[in-house]
């Protein structure tokens, strides 16, 4: 009887644990590149570089500095000039110095330090064992110093766009069987950083960012996440029926917008907005079927992780902000992202409300609905969300009707949008 009851709860384990939806105990992490947009609407065509220092020594510094610059704004899709151009690129380099010195420090180490004598019952005489005592030991490490001080000025057509400081500094401390770099080294990091920076005024740039996928019935999706073949994914995600249990189906919302966030930073600026919006809806929708997970909307600290995990929901509605101001900008020479894969996933409804700084929108009410939520669950999801960008227009309202969202919750919505 024993052995049937053990067999019995262990089998309720295993089951339970098949059944539930989530990230698991042991998460499972994925990276993929995101595409920033430029910081301003410049333009990149026919740029100018002219890099100047400020000492004569720093002459060779300002020439590769000048180099980097032109280096990422090709790999931008800008074009470099240096006749009649349309953006002007002025830097001044004032100081770019390093140096490097040892520093004495003290560590505490066990050591012996003595012998004492100590009876041993079984053999019926003293025996000698060591002592062991902290000893504070004298060591030496290098300390590696740098600074790169100067200003940038960015104009196109004669006027001024932006303008700001190359400002950086460096310091790192190595211990004895550390290697450390040299300090020419670290000087061209910090004309690699500046450029960097300077051309992310006008072209678009790429960070790596680290993301958590679901488990459970998502587990064998995530080789296809691990390779970056994410077309693959969210058409797998996307042909899973939906979940009757409406926290478990926020994992396959977040599955989806996670998918689209990734294929969105391989498009041009306008499917790159409306996949980066439908990811936002799918995200906003997980995050409203199942407010128990908080890592849908805050960010997650690994200590087996060399970095953190941001928060999705910030991180789509920071990229939607950027791409709408990128879509809806005037500098007509700003590059396109170049597609490299077929899209596979469709663009949200256009009854859904414009993209903001985040928040509840119709297409996110939509979702609840055809997750199967109640009406008092959906009115319950509407008072709890932070922020409402509901399209209450005559055209959003036969929209929502259309997708089967019920005239209880459209008039909880046109209350809300009226506040």
């Known amino acids: 009887m024993k052995r049937l009851l053990a067999v019995l709860f262990l089998l309720g384990i295993s089951l339970s644990g098949e059944a539930r939806e989530g990230f698991g105990f042991k998460k499972k992490a994925v990276d993929f590149d995101r595409t920033i947009p430029p910081a301003t609407n410049a333009g990149s065509r026919r740029v100018e570089v002219k890099v100047d220092s400020e000492r004569g020594s720093d002459e060779d510094d300002a020439r590769t500095l000048e180099r980097y610059i032109s280096e990422h704004i090709l790999a931008g899709g800008g074009t470099v000039a240096d006749s009649k151009p349309e953006v002007s690129?002025?830097?001044t380099i004032d100081?770019?110095?390093?140096?490097?010195?040892?520093?004495?420090?003290t560590e505490y180490e066990q050591r012996q330090t003595g012998t004492k004598q100590e009876w041993n019952e079984s053999k019926k005489k003293y025996e000698t064992k060591p002592v062991y005592s902290s000893v504070s030991v004298q060591k030496q490490r290098k300390v590696i110093d740098a600074k790169l001080a100067g200003t940038f000025d960015i104009s196109a057509k004669n006027k001024d766009v932006v303008a700001g400081s190359l400002d950086d500094s460096f310091r790192e401390k190595y211990g004895e069987y550390a290697s450390a770099p040299a300090p020419s080294t670290v000087e061209d990091d910090l004309l690699k950083s500046a450029a960097r920076k300077i051309a992310a005024q006008i072209v678009p740039t790429t960070e790596r960012v680290t993301v958590l996928v679901p488990r459970a019935s998502f587990e064998p999706l995530i080789p296809l996440a691990e390779a970056g073949q994410w077309d693959r994914y969210l058409a797998a995600v996307e042909a899973m029926p939906p979940k009757k249990n409406p926290k478990e189906e926020a994992f396959r919302h977040y599955a989806q917008a996670v998918a689209k966030e990734a294929l969105a930073y391989k498009r041009e600026r306008a499917d790159a907005l409306d996949l980066l919006r439908a990811a936002q809806s799918h995200y906003d929708t997980a995050a409203a079927l199942n407010t128990d997970e908080e890592l849908f909307r805050k960010g997650y600290v690994s200590l087996l992780s060399s970095g953190n995990i941001g928060s999705?929901?910030?991180?789509?509605?920071?990229?939607?902000t950027r791409y709408e101001k990128w879509s809806g900008g005037t500098g007509g020479g700003a590059v396109r992202v170049a597609s490299t894969t077929p899209v596979v996933a469709q663009a949200p409804a256009a009854s859904a409300a414009p993209a903001g700084k985040g928040g509840m929108k119709n297409q996110t009410v939509i979702d609840l609905a055809k997750a199967g939520l109640s009406d008092e669950n959906i009115i319950l999801a509407i008072d709890g969300a932070t922020q409402t960008q509901f399209d209450v227009t005559p055209d959003g309202l036969i929209a929502l009707a259309k997708s089967g969202v019920s005239k209880a919750v459209i008039a909880h919505m046109q209350k809300k949008a009226k506040r």
Do not use: G, N
Request: cysteine-free; charged content about 25%; aromatic content about 8%.
């Open 312 to 320: 999705p929901t910030s991180r789509a509605a920071e990229s939607v």
């Open 95 to 105: 100081r770019l110095e390093s140096h490097e010195t040892w520093e004495t420090y």
């Open 89 to 91: 690129i002025a830097v």
